[in-house]
């Protein structure tokens, strides 16, 4: 079986790469010629030097793949373009060239984000057919992305997965949250920040 693995070099995808070599895939990852390969440089891999942002410029090596995971995306921004530009429009074209590409492609999969649901207003468990509100640029980017991969299911098989908070060995972001509550900042401020954070993305978005 041939995989192919988008965002290899970060935290979930690397360990992704490795497990599906334990399970005797053939796995190549795209990943740009700049990226830090310090978690899957001594893993039997192919690799095609692409960044996804061009990826149509690499579409002849996109092909003839059984499984295609992606996982690449834009976590931190300075603005709402630079999400949508990585977590939509970059989606959208290996989403095409995927369908297009790859005939016998058994799945496609989608790896999007807690934050392309939203939060729960009233204390009610999110599920799956609840209505999307995402409220930061970034879970609004995801969605866009779900959206383009559905877009796709009348050509390929598609699934979207919205993982929880993920955190470990390898992972950058909870880290530094972990660091803050060793030196004495309480948890609690942590919750009341996103509280807040949340309430106000409310607020502003009634007052338009």
């Known amino acids: 079986m041939k ?6 070099t970060g935290f979930i995808g ?3 790469a490795e497990a599906l070599l334990k399970r005797g895939y053939e796995v190549t990852c795209i ?3 700049t990226s830090n390969l310090r978690w899957i440089e001594h893993l039997d891999l192919q690799y095609i030097s692409c960044d996804l942002a061009d990826i ?4 002849g090596q996109v092909r003839d793949f059984d499984y295609i995971f992606h996982l690449a995306g834009r976590t931190k921004a300075t603005t709402e373009r630079e999400f949508f530009s990585a977590n939509a429009v970059c989606t959208d074209k290996l989403a ?17 984000s807690l934050a392309a649901a939203g939060p729960s207003n009233d204390g009610v468990p999110l599920k799956e057919d609840c ?3 995402p409220v930061s640029f970034y879970g609004k980017s995801k969605l866009e992305g779900e959206r383009a991969v559905l877009g796709y299911r009348g050509d390929m098989p598609v699934t979207v997965l919205r993982p929880s908070a993920v955190y470990g060995p390898r992972d950058a972001d ?16 942590f919750i009341l920040a996103g509280t807040l954070s949340g ?3 409310r607020r502003s978005k009634r007052n338009r």
């Not at 995989?3 to 290899?8: E, Q, R």
């Not at 149509?56 to 579409?59: F, G, L, P, V």
């Open 3 to 8: 995989a192919l693995v988008t965002g290899a």
């Open 14 to 16: 690397s360990y992704l």
């Open 31 to 33: 990943a740009r010629s």
């Open 56 to 59: 149509d410029s690499c579409a």
């Open 96 to 112: 095409r060239i995927a369908a297009e590409r790859n005939p016998g492609l058994r799945r496609f999969v989608y790896i999007s």
């Open 131 to 133: 209505e999307p509100k």
């Open 174 to 189: 909870f880290l530094v949250m972990f660091r803050m509550v060793k030196r004495g900042c309480p948890m609690r401020w």
């Open 199 to 201: 309430r106000y993305l």
